[in-house]
């Protein structure tokens, strides 16, 4: 039989491998293990947290170069106390890490925390359960409500992380944003396009107020752009209404 003393005896050799793990050079292995049996877990679960961000972010793997990249998931490793066990998540974990980090070695380029955002974008929304409500896909969408998919993310960068890779390394961002569209489509694929400045306020506007028509909201953002000719403005708005209806983004309205 286990002695009474085995499961908190137990719960500190655990706590005290772990630290090791996560910090081998500041924090001793446990006493009595041998270095190359330790050895084997270290480099094993180091490696495989490192293969998991380099599947999620590529380009910020290649931006860094190779030593410049361990190291900052060594940081990762080392002080990140992640929410959730999930390997899914780990690449939000990874952006809660650079959100909260400060200027720790190694240097990061500033669109690093853009550039990360916009690589796990394609992760988060092709593992997303996100469901489109019921709809009238032949519903009018200027005297309809539009519905807004949510497999269809309209994002805004200060700087061009579509552009940007090993070379092409901006030293400062552009004078007008980079807005984007990514969105799943009904064979799986995640896709990225630009968008025009209206056309993404047209998107907000649809979240931000979802009960209204579609006549409603290209009025108001005609409003918003200062348009003299409203008619005029919302007649194109129509065409791109029916654009978006094409691809998903705005499949119909609401019953």
Do not use: C
């Amino acid at each position: 039989m286990p002695t009474p003393d085995a499961p908190p005896r137990l719960r500190a050799q655990q706590l005290a491998l772990t630290r090791h793990l996560r910090d081998p050079q500041a924090t001793a292995a446990p006493d009595g293990v041998e270095d190359r049996r330790i050895a084997i877990y270290r480099d094993l679960v180091f490696n495989n947290v490192e293969s998991l961000l380099a599947g999620n972010f590529p380009v910020l793997k290649q931006v860094l170069g190779d030593a410049d990249w361990r190291a900052l998931v060594r940081d990762f490793f080392r002080v990140h106390r992640a929410q959730t066990p999930l390997f899914p998540e780990l690449g939000r974990e990874f952006l809660r890490f650079l959100d909260a980090r400060d200027d720790a070695s190694p240097t990061l380029p500033p669109f690093a925390g853009e550039l990360a955002h916009y690589e796990w974008v394609e992760l988060a929304l092709q593992i997303s359960d996100a469901e489109l409500p019921a709809f009238d896909a032949n519903g009018d969408l200027l005297d309809g409500v539009p519905v807004l998919s949510p497999l269809a993310w309209p994002l805004a960068y200060a700087w061009p992380v579509h552009r940007i890779g090993p070379d092409h390394r901006p030293d400062a961002p552009p004078v007008e944003p980079t807005l984007l569209l990514v969105r799943r489509g009904p064979d799986g694929e995640v896709r990225f396009s630009q968008l025009s400045p209206l056309a993404f306020r047209l998107l907000q506007r649809l979240d931000e107020s979802p009960s209204l028509t579609g006549r409603a909201q290209l009025e108001a953002l005609a409003v918003e752009a200062g348009h003299a000719d409203v008619d005029a403005f919302v007649a194109q708005g129509r065409a791109l209404f029916e654009q978006m209806r094409s691809v998903g983004v705005v499949p119909g309205t609401l019953p």
